[in-house]
């Protein structure tokens, strides 16, 4: 199986100091060639570096932004066709049912249902809706 990461599974492994037992579990359950970062998951996480006001934690966040963009850098999927039409055909199944996904998230989903990957989130309220297959590292027993 070849997983998405959600931001909050990178940033959980990234940035936390003592990151959760299960999250680390689980990710080391899986194999390092399918695990597969989305380029909006870069993006948010370059957002959450330069929305860090502190300098020392901003750099620390940095130097694990540099880490995670090197261990990934053959993995980090784009935004192409195929991801657009899965995002539009989303939107339109979430609108008639009266609902919607932020933006970001509808990307990663997108992406997900594309290349026929699991999202890997701890959001799987939002994710699942979407049709995507969704494991939340967190749920996982130790």
């Known amino acids: ?8 599974v990178v940033a959980e492994l990234t940035t936390r100091a003592k990151p959760d037992p299960r999250v680390l579990t689980w990710f080391r359950s899986t194999a390092r060639p399918n695990r597969f970062l989305s380029v ?6 370059e957002a959450g570096v330069a929305a860090t006001p502190d300098p020392v934690r901003q750099a620390r966040y940095a130097q694990a932004l540099a880490a995670v963009r090197h261990e990934f850098r053959d993995r980090i999927a ?3 066709e195929p991801e657009a039409a899965a995002c539009l055909t989303m939107h339109k199944a979430l609108k008639a049912a009266g609902t919607s ?4 998230d509808a990307l990663i989903a997108a992406t997900a249902l594309a290349n026929g990957w699991t999202v890997a989130t701890r959001n799987i309220k939002h994710l699942a809706r ?3 297959l969704v494991v939340n590292p967190w749920d996982q027993q130790l």
């Open 130 to 132: 979407t049709g995507a």
């Open 101 to 104: 996904i932020d933006p970001p």
């Open 1 to 8: 199986m070849i997983y998405l990461l959600d931001t909050n």
């Open 78 to 80: 784009p935004i192409g």
């Open 40 to 45: 909006i998951t870069v993006a948010e996480l």
